[in-house]
Nanobody, 120 residues
Framework: VQLQASGGGLVQTGGSLRLSCTVS????????MGWYRQAPGNERELVAS???????IYGDSVKGRFAASRDNAKNTMLLQMNNLIPEDTAVYYC???????????????WGQGTLVTVSS
């Protein structure tokens, strides 16, 4: 199971970006997918998570501004980020809670991270 994140970049305050995460591999099942972020000097924090049925959870700091969506058939997750502020500057990591079809236990898989920079 491999995760590939894309869509980061530099944007001004108030702007928008959309992150994409694609999970590749074979013979696996995904439960929860999510986005986390880590700013310099800070711990990694949850941005948004989404279940296979579309139930979403958001971090308090992004509620009302970010929206997560998922295409189960394509194993893809999107994060639409609107009204960005400098405090959103961080490396954003894609996460999947997945298992190989021959396994019972779900494991955590991480993408490589994509940098989002919001200028004031």
């Amino acid at each position: 199971v491999q995760l590939q994140a894309s869509g980061g970049g530099l944007v001004q305050t108030g702007g928008s970006l959309r992150l994409s995460c694609t999970v590749s591999g074979s013979n696996f099942s995904i439960n929860i997918m999510g986005w986390y972020r880590q700013a310099p000097g800070n711990e990694r924090e949850l941005v948004a998570s989404i279940t296979s049925s579309g139930i979403t959870i958001y971090g308090d700091s992004v509620k009302g501004r970010f929206a997560a969506s998922r295409d189960n058939a394509k194993n893809t997750m999107l994060l639409q980020m609107n009204n960005l502020i400098p405090e959103d500057t961080a490396v954003y990591y894609c996460h999947a809670h997945a298992r190989m079809n021959y396994e019972v236990v779900y494991r955590s898989y991480w993408g490589q991270g994509t940098l989002v920079t919001v200028s004031s």
